[in-house]
């Protein structure tokens, strides 16, 4: 997409330059400021002496505090606290290794959650239930408690064996549904046109700028991917509550939750207490007195004490964490740059004590090019006689799954979203804008009769929007012949499953695009045996993290590899979790350059 330069505005007088001189002034204060605390803070984290790790005392509980973003992989996310204390807050893999570990560890005797929000999807939600629910069959105990509770943590408390609202507080259930924003009204307003060239009835990413409402296309599959998702949350919660899924149900219909009266009778929950009060039932279920400590550990504590350096046998199971958007080059933190994928899956294919590898995908696609780029890789590395399988988190789809198409086996969970198997290209015409709008129009002078082709200040031809069509259309060939080849489905198959069509978990494995419904762990064990490995082999997680002083560094610094990082989670913080997710959806349509294989999503969950 090519911007016009917007030459900034001129001032002149004795008081511009004042204020020139005032403003130049200011950002160095600032910036010396700046540079004193990050030094302080490098000097002391490097002459002060390192902590020891918390010690793990016994008859301890632990306290599952969940990060504010929860990544797949641990240290994919930005540090903005400015605390250089060097540690990262586990991601998805590493909780739950950590919950499972405490299962077995005779000095933890239960787990206390008490967390409003979990800013997570329900298949990363389901994941954590899971080891929870393993946690109380070893004959641990689990409560939970907060104050309020939205859906998604109402959805991992509901695993436990007693759950309190607090006073006044509210029970945030009422189902799944998804909100997407259209600028097409926007733009008409303003004079810029975007013309769409997409291939797929379903291929609904490109929606909001050529439409200003949902197609009946894409409402259809939404509501089906969505109703299939709900579903599985539904039976979860009736399970565990002991519960019918129609009771359930009806809670969410009527929002019983925002009602105590109501919600005190629907078994939801098992009551609304203080939070003094449900501390006292930790300490019975301890067999403490009403003096007695609680010995609380919180989870980074314990993952650092008994998890984080644990080690396996030689040979290796590498898992190769690809979450984020798929861009070309590089790519920055917690995104899919294929030039670094590349190097991990060629890392992995040179690596002898690499016996087999999981790609773990948790991407709504991208660049259809760099998707290319990453099956190439992954094919390669199959031609070397290493095993590859993938793991499917909350979504896999696009050019999410178009890298994990050529796969030996390929796992997901019920509530993935995945398929879309469609492309688009985009390209705004201001024409209107520039002629009409502000008064500037553009001339051509021309060696051959398309030198000045592509413009987006002159509009398309006929010829131009010919040569754009066909190029999404080759590419969706491709897409599909990719697909077929490597699920050995038949091409003509493909084509009536594909069509830009987005598929819920248990949708996609029966219609082939996946293999079995099952998580990381059983994809791990999966790739083991298929390398004929026994039980003595270690996981290995790729891309290695820098520690997280280092990555605030490079963002100050600029460094490719953390760029825009820091300034993103800072604008998170300040807009919160879901106006964010929006921003990051129009932020990432509107730059999108070449075709792209990309599914923009928003569940409300």
Known sequence: MIEPNNPPRRSSGVGSFFRAVLTSCLGTALALILVFFLGAGLVGNLLAPKEEVAPVSSNSVLRLDLPAVLPELTGNTVNTNFSFDNSDEPGLYDIMRTIRAAAKDDDIKGIYFSQTAVNAQPATIRQLRQE????????????????????????????????????????????????????????????????????????????????????????????????????????????????????????????????????????????????????????SRLGLSGQDKVNVIGLTDYYNARIKKQTGGSDQVAVIVAEGNIVDGEGTLGSIGDKRYIELVQQAQRNDAVKAVVLRINSGGGSASASENIWAAIEDLKAAGKPIVVSMGDVAASGGYYIAAGADSIFALPSTITGSIGVFNLFPVAKELMNEKIGINFDTVNTTPYANAFSPFQGLSDTERNLLTERAQIIYDQFMARVAEGRGLDPGYVAEIARGRVYGGRKAEEIGLVDRMAGIDEAIASAADLAGLGSDYSVGFYPRMSDPYQRLINELLGVEDNKRGFSAQVLRDQLGEDAYRHFELMRELTQAQGVQARMPMIIKF
Do not use: C
Not at 142 to 170: H, K, R
Not at 185 to 199: A, H, S, T, W
């Open 132 to 283: 929870l629910i393993k946690f109380r069959e070893a004959g641990k105990f689990i409560i939970a408690f907060s104050p309020n509770f939205v859906q998604g943590g109402y959805y991992l408390a509901s695993a436990a064996d007693e759950v309190y609202l607090g006073p006044m507080g509210v029970l945030d259930f009422r189902g799944l549904g998804s909100e997407i924003p259209f600028l097409k009204p926007m733009l008409d307003k303003i004079g810029v046109d975007v013309e769409v060239f997409y291939v797929g009835d379903y291929k609904s990413a490109t929606e909001p700028l050529r439409r200003s409402s949902i197609s009946k296309e894409n409402r259809e599959q939404t509501k089906a991917f969505l109703e299939d998702i709900f579903a599985e949350v539904v039976a979860d919660i009736a399970e565990s509550r002991g519960l019918t899924p129609a009771e359930v149900r009806n809670h969410a219909a009527n929002m019983t939750g925002w009602r105590e009266a109501d919600l005190l009778q629907s078994g939801l929950i098992d009551g609304v207490a203080q939070r003094i009060e449900v501390e006292a039932k930790i300490r």
